[in-house]
C-alpha cells in the first residue's frame, strides 16, 4: 500500500495540500461528489472534499443544526468552527440532502460568529434531484453559473481549451480506477477494502496529476502481488464514508470488503466525461449522471440492479447496509435493498452509526462476527 494515499485519506490539511499552499496555490473545498472537479482543475485551483473526519466533538455543530440531524455535516461545521479547514480559499455546498442544504446556512451564521470559521468564496451549488433533458439543462445553467462567481472571485477565466485538457486528465484517473476495480473484486484481490477505500478519498485530497503517477505506480505493483483468498467476500453499501476504520473492522473479522456502492468509493469514478462537444454541459451531464445516490428520486429500480450486478460480477457473499444515524434517504433505502436482496438469497446486515470516531467499535465488531458466521454457516448448509 502507498502510504500516501492513507496519509492524504486519513490527514485533512495533508502534505499534498500543504505543498500546494506553500507554492501559492488556491484550495476550494465541496461537500458533494457532483461539483465537477475539472472546472476548478482547469484555473489551477485544488479542488478538495470537504469531510467531517477527525471531529473529536460537534459542540460547534450541535449549536446551529441541533442535535438530532446528521452527524456528517455537524462534524464538518465543527471542525469549520475549529479552524481546520482555514487552508480553504473557498467552500461549495451541494444540496446533497436537507442535512447538508442547512450546511450552507449554518455555516453563514457560524461565518458571521466565529472570526475565520468561512472562507471569503462561499457558493450555493443547486443539483437537481431528478435526471432529465430539462434537468441537464437546468444543472448545465447552474455550473454557468459557478463558474461565473468563481472567475469574479479568483480573477481566473475557465478557457475552453484549459477545460478540455482537464477533462482529459480526469478521465485518464476514471480509466486507471476501472482496472483498480476489476483487482479489487478479482478473485484474489492483491489490496484490502481498507487499502482501496484510502486510494479513493485520496483521489479528492491532492493534485491530479500526483494521483494519477501514484495510481498508476500502485496499480503496477499491484499486479505483481499475491492476492488475498479465503475469506467472506463483502459489499459496502450506504451513506458517506470516508472513514477507513470503519472497513478495517469489518476486515479484522476474516471479510475482505471487495466492492461498494459509496459516493466515497466506487460511484465517484463510474462514468466519462464525453471529450467533443461542449465541455461545460458534458461535465453537467455525467456529473448529474453518475451518483446513484437515494436522493435521486423515482430510480430506485435502477440502483437496485446496479448491487445486483456488482453481486454477480464481485461474488459478493453478503452486503453490509450502513446508514449515518437520522440519514432517512440511505436508511430507508436499505430497508428496500435488505428486502428485496434476502428474497433473492443475499445475506444482507444493517447497520446505524454515527459518523466519526468509531465509539461504538465493539458493537460493531460484534455484529460483523455474527454476519460472517451467518454466512459460512450458509456456505456449510450447501456444501
Known sequence: MNDAFMHAATTLENDFVKKWKSSGGRVVGYTCSYVPDEI????????????????GDTAIGDTYFGPFICSLPRCMLQLAG????????????????DSMRRLDECWRKAGSDIPGAMPKFHFHYGVPHKYADYTIKWFTDETKRF?????KHFSVIVKEEKLRESIKLYNESRKMLEEFEALRSADEPPFTGTDALAVIIASSAMPREEYNALLKAFLEEAKKKKGIGGRVRLMLVGSANDDVELVRV???????????????????YDDLVEEAGDPVFNLAKRYLAHNECPRRYGDYKRRLEILREKVQRAKIDGIIMQNIRFCDLHGAENGLFERDLEKEGVPCMRIEREYGPLVEKGRLKMRVDAFIERIRQKRREIA
Open 250 to 268: 469489518i476486515e479484522e473479522s476474516g471479510a475482505l470488503v471487495v466492492a461498494d456502492n459509496l459516493c466515497f468509493g466506487a460511484r465517484l
Open 147 to 151: 463558474i461565473s462567481e468563481m472567475e
Open 40 to 55: 476548478l482543475h482547469s484555473v489551477g485551483i485544488l479542488p478538495y472534499r470537504i469531510r467531517g473526519y477527525g471531529a
Open 82 to 97: 475549529e479552524g481546520k479547514f482555514a487552508f480553504l480559499d473557498g467552500a461549495i455546498i451541494t444540496p446533497g440532502c
